[in-house]
């Protein structure tokens, strides 16, 4: 590494090793003969003194140096990787444009776009470990963090980070509950909420449930007696539904509408903007019409909501816990744990 450091910042010349193993370690300029150039160094393992010991170097450089404007061939993976390690530990969410930059500052040099991803890549992995070794440690893992869970009281596979939320009574948010699934599908969402239903809700009664129309949701909240009558109701995400239906009749003027109908409080205000809808578009009136008004309509609500029209609570959890997408599944896990602690902990300390 000393050779390679020197060689990047000090000379800025390239070098090609001629040997290396467990007890020697030799290199020489890329140039090595030419224009009188003879630098060469030689090291030797010493194992009574556990370290490399330097046995020759030859003179400085006398070579002309190459054009290396658009990287350095010794400026490897390894090499930035390690200027990277502590910028993945504060951040995970490292960009990769951030990393040019880096190396850059750091070395002079530029690297190219895949030799940065491959640097970026490596240093994730050593730090947090990788998707293969993760996912099988998984297993041992959880049950290390279930018991954590009873002391103290989200690249590579497609895993799906689901998500559950509320308002506290400082009208802040509160995570809820997380879970890690293969896919987005209705079996997925049963198990979620059938656990979010028998720990959280529990017994309580005038529970309300917001969500999209995503159909594996919607099929399981059927299925789960705590989001409807008497014990509970189940809503739409006002602007997904909005997003949905200006999909189907794609006019901005009838998704302006279809807000206006869905955030009126008025009843008669309701009625006189989803008749306008029908003068413009009878398609349009018959989508909105086959969806159950009291799940996405403010006027037919009867106060479930509490006001809430959308499911950005749980995409604002979902925007800061974004950073940790990339990294293996347990790392993921440990750090999406760490950072709700930390809001606990300072949600206490401002109360």
């Known amino acids: 590494m000393a050779v390679k450091d020197y060689s990047i910042r000090v000379v800025g010349r390239e070098y090609i090793v001629t040997k290396s193993n467990r007890t020697v370690f030799r290199v020489k300029c890329k140039h ?164 979010v239903s ?29 989001f409807h009558p008497p014990h509970g109701r189940h809503r739409f995400c006002l602007r997904h539904v909005c997003s949905n239906f200006n999909q189907y009749v794609k006019d901005v003027r009838l998704k302006d509408m279809c807000w206006r109908a869905g955030t009126s409080i008025d009843l008669l205000e309701f009625n006189e903007t989803i008749a306008a809808i029908q003068l413009l578009n009878q398609a349009a009136y018959d989508w909105l019409n086959r969806i159950d008004k009291s799940k996405w309509a403010i006027a037919y609500d009867e106060g479930w909501r509490h006001g809430i029209l959308t499911t950005n609570l749980s995409e604002c959890i979902n925007g800061v816990l974004k950073w940790a997408r990339r990294l293996p599944i347990t790392a993921l896990v440990q750090l999406t744990y760490d950072r709700v602690v930390l809001f606990f902990v300072k949600r206490l300390h401002d109360a």
């Not at 009664?205 to 999209?212: E, M």
């Open 32 to 195: 090595y003969g030419k224009n009188g150039c003879g630098w060469r160094v030689t090291a030797s393992y010493k194992p009574h003194l556990e370290c490399w010991q330097l046995i020759t170097v030859m003179p400085d450089h006398r070579c002309i140096p190459d054009d290396v404007s658009l990287g350095h061939r010794n400026l490897d993976v390894n090499m930035i990787a390690n200027l990277l390690k502590e910028f993945v530990k504060r951040s995970p969410a490292y960009e990769l444009e951030n990393v040019e930059r880096a190396v850059k500052i750091e070395f002079g040099f530029d690297i190219s776009y895949s030799k940065a991803w491959d640097g970026l890549k490596r240093a994730i992995e050593d730090f947090y470990g990788t998707w293969e070794s993760s996912v099988q440690e998984l297993p041992t893992y959880m049950e290390t963090l279930q018991n954590v869970d009873r002391t103290h009281l989200y690249e590579k596979y497609k895993h799906v980070m689901l998500i559950a939320a509320t308002i506290d009574a400082n009208h802040h948010v509160l995570p809820l509950a997380f879970a890690i699934v293969d896919t987005d599908c209705t079996e997925s969402w049963l198990w979620f909420l059938q656990l």
């Open 198 to 226: 028998r720990y959280i809700v529990q017994d309580r009664y005038h529970t309300c449930l917001i969500s999209d129309r995503h159909v594996g949701i919607t099929s399981a909240v059927e299925r789960i007696p705590a």
